[in-house]
């Protein structure tokens, strides 16, 4: 079982930027494929980004140009860098991690409010 901790969500006028920090207990960290989703109220929840170790990183059209995800295979931790944040970026953003169907985790989530 793989607990994951995330923290540095928030309320932030548009234009602003938050990051996210996502941790994991598990001794193969590096091992997993990171990635942050969100759900905002009514929708489904989408994939924003994802990084594989010795890979470069996936984005979500909406977070290219934006967002960067980073992972510290060290820390055990995963990344989130938001800037010029939008209204239509307000949601409870999670981080998974993924190593198969059957070997998948989630956090408990993490809301980010983007309004003036």
């Known amino acids: 079982q793989v607990q994951l901790v995330e923290s540095g969500g928030g309320l932030v006028q548009p234009g602003g930027s938050l990051r996210l920090s996502c941790a994991a207990s598990?001794?193969?960290?590096?091992?997993?494929?990171m990635g942050w989703y969100r759900q905002a109220p009514g929708k489904e929840r989408e994939l924003v980004a994802r990084?594989?170790?010795?890979?470069?990183?996936m984005y979500a059209e909406s977070a290219k140009g934006r967002f960067t995800i980073s992972r510290d295979n060290a820390k055990n931790t995963v990344y989130l860098q938001m800037n010029n944040l939008k209204p239509e970026d307000t949601a409870v953003y999670f981080c998974?991690?993924?190593?198969?169907?059957?070997?998948?985790?989630w956090g408990q989530g993490t809301q980010v409010t983007v309004s003036s």
């Open positions: 990084i594989r170790t010795g890979e470069s990183p």
């Open positions: 598990t001794p193969i960290f590096r091992a997993y494929i």
């Open positions: 998974n991690a993924f190593l198969g169907e059957r070997n998948t985790y």
